[in-house]
């Protein structure tokens, strides 16, 4: 049993404790893909597919090339290290804690746009619905259910996410139904087949598919959520992992089945209205004004578990830090009922939502991509470092899982980084430099048994 204390300081919770273990591998399967949203395709369709020029399909496709090598990282360093942390405590295991510090850091970014991105995403489409509502107000109707979901335990989460997981789906099916049904009345049934759903000889080229590339990145960030909820798990840490690559396998089929039909009904990616809400009026030209509202009231509920399971997983990598005493304990503590990270969950709603009124998106797209992939990066290290040259397993099998696919993960994540928006890569590199100071600020105050003089 875990011994705590708590005290309350202006709704604050002052516990220690364990996070308390529910979650079973099925869970951990439905967190992830909630995370990852099997209608986020639908919100990214627009940026993606004019950043793309109509390659939004060979854009996830590559992608998705990455997110395997990285996935299998993941699942290697949860069986061996099951802790919250995830990626910093993969980092801090395998290479030093000062780089896991940088790396978490950087993942961090990731995990602090996230429920701004969701939130806000989700605000936009429904605004579509409800224009005469305020975006502050709107952006509070789904902000406070996420964080008080969070709040209140992972068990009462994981219950949401399988009902959202189950709308998501449904709204899916119809959207690809009714694409179907109207490719086929317009072309008959080679329709559904054509090229023009994959590639524009016009437009293609290798850089412009890196470049969407960077964008179906976002849908696929997720998968790795699934390992920082280790400790809420009653599974072992291989199976931990194993739901991570589960999660990235599934989602990918809905996703390119998703922009796949929607490149072939609306091929000219000119021509939308709004980039930010493309595919209402995709739904809208194959199933009318009803298909769109049921798809966009979908997309923007499903906001609210995906940014629920962002916020968790983000309150995750906050409180593995605060408990290894490299941010302050403040975000270490846990609720002394719910056995909660309450202190982490509120300060993320709060930064959630007035991010969330004053970034502009493309701007969190752009931050977001960065922090994931040196996150991504780290882990892939990672792998190297602590099996191939620690352990030295290098023979037969071991060549590839800790030598080649690391190492293909790394430069891929490392290419995609390269060819990302500049005004992303300047902000999250300095994002990544004031990291660096904190670790260096840390380092500097530190007492001679190890202890921060901020604690």
């Not at 709603?349 to 752009?366: K, V």
């Amino acid at each position: 049993k875990a011994i705590s204390t708590t005290k309350s300081i202006f709704g604050f919770s002052k516990s220690t404790g364990e996070l308390k273990k529910v979650l079973k591998t099925r869970d951990l399967v439905i967190f992830g893909l909630v995370f990852m949203a099997p209608v986020s395709a639908q919100t990214l369709f627009g940026e993606l597919s004019v950043l793309s020029q109509g390659h939004a399909v060979l854009s996830y496709l590559f992608a998705l090339v990455a997110m395997l090598f990285t996935a299998s990282s993941y699942g290697i360093m949860a069986g061996q290290y099951p802790k919250a942390g995830s990626t910093y405590n993969y980092t801090s295991q395998a290479i030093h804690p000062n780089v896991g510090f940088v790396a978490g850091w950087a993942i961090l970014l990731d995990y602090l746009m996230m429920p701004i991105l969701l939130t806000k995403l989700s605000a936009i489409f429904m605004l579509e619905l409800l224009p005469f509502v305020p975006f502050w107000l709107m952006l509070l109707a789904f902000l406070i259910p996420i964080t008080l979901f969070n709040y209140f335990g992972t068990k009462l989460t994981a219950r949401v996410n399988i009902f959202m997981m189950l709308a998501m789906l449904f709204s899916l099916i119809l959207f690809i139904g009714f694409a179907i049904k109207s490719l086929v009345s317009e072309g008959g049934l080679g329709a559904i087949f054509a090229l023009k759903g994959i590639v524009h000889s016009e437009t293609f080229s290798t850089n412009v598919v890196v470049a969407g590339a960077s964008i179906a990145v976002l849908s696929y960030l997720g998968f790795d959520a699934v390992t920082t909820m280790a400790e809420d798990s009653r599974v072992s840490g291989k199976m931990v992992g194993t739901a991570a690559v589960t999660c990235l396998l599934f989602a990918s089929v809905f996703y390119i089945g998703q922009v796949y039909f929607a490149t072939l009904v609306m091929p000219d990616f000119t021509s939308y209205a709004s980039q930010d809400t493309a595919f209402f009026e995709i739904a809208i030209a194959v199933g009318g004004s009803a298909l769109a509202t049921v798809c966009t009231l979908i997309i923007a509920i499903s906001g609210i578990s995906t940014g629920l399971a962002g916020q968790s997983a983000g309150s995750r990598i906050l409180y593995g830090m605060g408990r290894d005493k490299v941010l302050p304990k403040f975000f270490a503590n846990l609720h002394e009922k719910y056995k909660t990270p309450s202190n982490s969950i509120i300060i993320l709603a709060i930064l959630g939502y007035f991010g969330a009124l004053l970034l502009p998106l493309d701007l969190i797209f752009s931050i977001m991509v960065f922090g994931a992939l040196i996150g991504f990066i780290c882990v892939n290290l990672s792998v190297i470092v602590e099996f191939f040259f620690k352990r030295k397993k290098r023979q037969g099998k071991h060549l590839f899982l800790y030598l080649l696919f690391p190492l293909l993960g790394t430069m891929i994540c490392a290419y995609i980084m390269i060819n990302m928006d500049l005004l992303g890569l300047i902000v999250g590199t300095c994002w990544v430099l004031l990291g660096i100071v904190v670790l260096i600020v840390r380092l500097k105050y530190m007492k001679i048994d190890g202890e921060m003089n901020w604690y």
